[in-house]
């Protein structure tokens, strides 16, 4: 089954900076089924991404999504105090229908 | 608005049982398909099962295949999940999540979710 890998495992920047997370995976996956997810203390995960690239409903235009194959990244242009949250990248697989990453968690430095 | 309400959720002895439901609303019921992902303290998420937009086809993770049932009522837009012979592993929040379609195959809405403790 497939693996997905994110790095850095914690990223310590300030607000108005730009965040770069990594997804990689350890084979080759559709890009179709390549999406990512933000989740606050306390709340449910929300859908940021999906196809890789296509951002959800309502997800402001700072969060854009690319990459292909086995590596993927989601980039957040200018940080706003609210983003600092857990970001989790998540694959449809076979067996596993939906595999997610270990999650990278995104704090204010 | 895509609403998903889930209860059921409580402390149970090992080797309990417990039926957790979600309702939904906000959308057509019957069209998706559906599942459960689970959050133990402190850690990521997982996947537990799903289940299809008819309800012909289930699927459950390896953790809880043969313990764990899931189904769908399309009389009542509701979806559960009945968690059988629990283990203290099995302790975690348990979300309900529509599927976006089938050709972006993520999970589009989640429900606020429903703590299960397993413990004696």
């Known amino acids: 089954e497939i693996v997905l890998t994110q790095s850095p495992g914690t990223l310590s920047l300030s607000p108005g900076e730009r965040a770069t997370l990594s997804c990689r995976a350890s084979q080759s996956v559709s890009s179709t089924s390549l999406a990512w997810y933000q989740q606050k203390p306390g709340q449910a995960p929300r859908l940021l991404i999906y196809a890789a690239s296509s951002r959800a409903t309502g997800i402001p235009d700072r969060f854009s999504g690319s990459g292909s194959g086995t590596d993927f990244t989601l980039t957040i242009s200018r940080l706003e105090p609210e983003d600092f949250a857990v970001y989790y990248c998540?694959?449809?697989?076979?067996?596993?229908?939906?595999?997610f990453g270990q999650g990278t968690k995104l704090e204010i430095k | 608005d895509v609403q998903l309400l889930e209860s059921g959720g409580g402390l149970v002895q090992p080797g309990g049982s417990l039926r957790l439901s979600c309702a939904a609303s906000?959308?057509?019921?019957?069209?998706?398909?559906m599942s459960w992902v689970r959050q133990a303290p402190g850690k990521g998420l997982e996947w537990v099962s799903s289940?299809?937009?008819?309800?012909?086809?289930?699927h459950y993770a390896d953790s809880v295949k043969g313990r764990f049932i899931i189904s769908r009522d399309s009389s009542k837009n509701t979806l559960n999940l009945q968690m059988n012979s629990l283990r203290g592993e099995d302790t975690a929040v348990y979300y309900c999540?529509?599927?976006?379609?089938?050709?972006?195959?993520?999970?589009?809405?989640w429900g606020q979710g429903a703590l299960v403790t397993v413990s004696s």
């Open positions: 906000g959308f057509t019921f019957n069209n998706y398909a």
């Open positions: 289940i299809s937009d008819t309800g012909g086809r289930t």
């Open positions: 998540q694959q449809y697989g076979t067996s596993v229908l939906y595999i």
């Open positions: 999540a529509k599927k976006y379609s089938d050709r972006f195959p993520c999970l589009e809405y």
